[in-house]
């Protein structure tokens, strides 16, 4: 396995708590054991950034301001993240950002100067898998309640949690390591799509 550059999270549901179209900073709220996932990554030297679909915005739930402030929130209490990347377009929009379409971790892993092939995204849902397949990197899903089991079946990689998640990438601590090679993180990401238009 190449070593892991960067890692790219989710936001709702994988990050912080799902608020369904949130606009309200003091409604985010961490996930269990978030910030010390976060810290570990970032003590390995891994860049971290955030993806994310925000369709209450093209919905006129939200306004960009809106999301902008929530986002600021969640890097107050998670961060600072080295990318974030934010889709404020609806389903029928024909967009390349939203997931599961690759264009936001296309875009996040050019401004780490990162090979998408060096990334892992991690995500609670389908098309969080599906963009970072289509993108050439790999993905680790964490399911919620949220999560259909034919999405938790078709992941090519499963963690309990983010702090699991964070260890699966990580491999366990050297001297804790069994005799033989390292382990190898499940990946299927084929062939990235070639880029379209930005
Ligand atoms: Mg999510
Ligand atoms: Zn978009």
């Known amino acids: 396995m190449s070593r892991v550059k960067a890692v790219l999270l989710d936001r709702d549901g994988t990050l912080v ?28 030297g891994i860049r971290t950034g955030v993806v994310t679909n925000q369709s209450g ?4 739930l939200l306004t960009e301001a809106d999301a ?3 986002n600021r929130r969640v890097d107050e209490l998670l961060g600072p993240f080295d990318v ?8 029928d929009d024909g967009c390349h950002c939203r997931k599961p379409r690759p264009g936001m971790v296309l875009w996040a892993a050019g401004r780490l100067c990162t090979d998408p ?7 609670d849902i389908g098309s969080d898998l599906e963009a970072a397949r289509r993108a050439g990197a790999r993905g680790i899903l964490v399911p919620t309640p949220q ?6 079946s078709a992941a090519p990689c499963v ?12 491999g366990p601590p050297p001297g804790d390591r069994p005799p033989g090679p390292p382990p190898v993180l499940a990946s299927d990401a084929g062939r990235p799509e070639p880029r379209r238009g930005a």
Do not use: F, K, Q, S
């Open 147 to 152: 999560t259909l089991p034919e999405e938790t």
């Open 117 to 123: 092939a060096d990334c892992v995204v991690i995500g």
């Open 159 to 170: 963690a309990p949690d983010l702090p699991a998640a964070v260890r699966l990438l990580l």
């Open 57 to 60: 915005i093209a919905r006129g």
């Open 17 to 44: 708590h799902d608020v369904p179209y949130n606009a309200d900073p003091a409604l985010v709220r961490p996930v269990e054991g978030a910030r010390e996932a976060l810290a570990e990554l970032r003590a390995h």
């Open 84 to 91: 974030w990347a934010l889709c404020p377009h609806g389903p």
């Open 68 to 70: 902008r402030r929530v």
